[in-house]
């Protein structure tokens, strides 16, 4: 009589299965293990950044936010806080996160310490006075910088942040070139650099509705800068 031999694996795993099948006899049901869970996707997010302001596009954009479920980070200047505090108030108790864009808009690389000191200083003030709190990023106009600039923010203890995807907004290209500037270039973590104040940004707003309704059906949340 020939003697058939079987791997050491395969006697384990039948003797596992007949116990199952024993167990399930003796409790008059079967056992079936369940699939391994499939990890969730991680979400994207993207980060919109509205610079200049508050201003008077900014409760519209606030408005627009609000009906989209978003959340933005808004880097105002100080002059433009002391002018319109109700607008500073509102974002931040809407649950954005408002930063520090210098009192004047001035060019960091070009001022002396004790200038440097005061934009920041004073921009702070402002924001806390009608917040609450005071801001821990510093975003320089123009995107300006170099490492004095880093340096100095540090010594203030602010974190620097700049943008990865640039509307040039600003320069008024029109609805649809904002919308396709922003739509084209967003990735995972893009920061997205649009603008509330400093001048005339009703092609802003009008081009924010399909930005947030779109960026939503791809799956993106809206997340807020901090430092």
């Not at 000191?117 to 806390?128: F, G």
């Given at each position: 009589m020939r003697t058939i031999s079987h791997p050491t694996g395969h006697r384990r795993s039948r003797t596992a299965l007949a116990g199952v099948v024993l167990a399930g006899a003796l409790t008059g049901s079967v056992m079936i293990a369940a699939p391994a869970a499939v990890a969730a996707p991680a979400p994207k997010v993207v980060y919109l950044t509205f610079d200049d302001g508050p201003g008077v596009h900014t409760p519209k954009v606030l408005d627009l936010l609000k009906q989209h479920g978003a959340k933005a980070t808004f880097y105002q200047t100080g002059a433009n806080v002391t002018a319109n505090p109700a607008t500073a108030k509102r974002a931040y108790h809407e649950g954005h996160s408002v930063q520090n864009h210098t009192w004047s808009?001035?060019?960091?690389?070009?001022?002396?310490?004790?200038?440097?000191?005061?934009?920041?200083?004073?921009?702070?003030?402002?924001?806390?006075?009608?917040?609450?709190?005071t801001p821990t990023c510093l975003r320089p106009p123009y995107g300006a910088v170099n490492q004095t600039v880093r340096d100095r923010a540090a010594a203030l203890r602010k974190g620097v942040r700049l943008w990865s995807v640039d509307t040039r907004d600003w320069a008024r290209p029109g609805r649809a070139a904002i919308e396709s500037r922003v739509l084209n270039n967003v990735r995972n973590g893009s920061v997205v650099l649009l603008h509330d104040g400093g001048g005339d940004r009703s092609q802003t707003v009008a081009a924010l509705p399909k930005i947030l309704k779109t960026l939503k059906s791809k799956g993106y949340t809206f997340g807020k800068q901090t430092c």
């Open positions: 808009h001035v060019d960091l690389r070009t001022v002396s310490w004790s200038k440097f000191k005061s934009e920041v200083t004073r921009t702070d003030t402002a924001i806390r006075t009608h917040t609450g709190k």
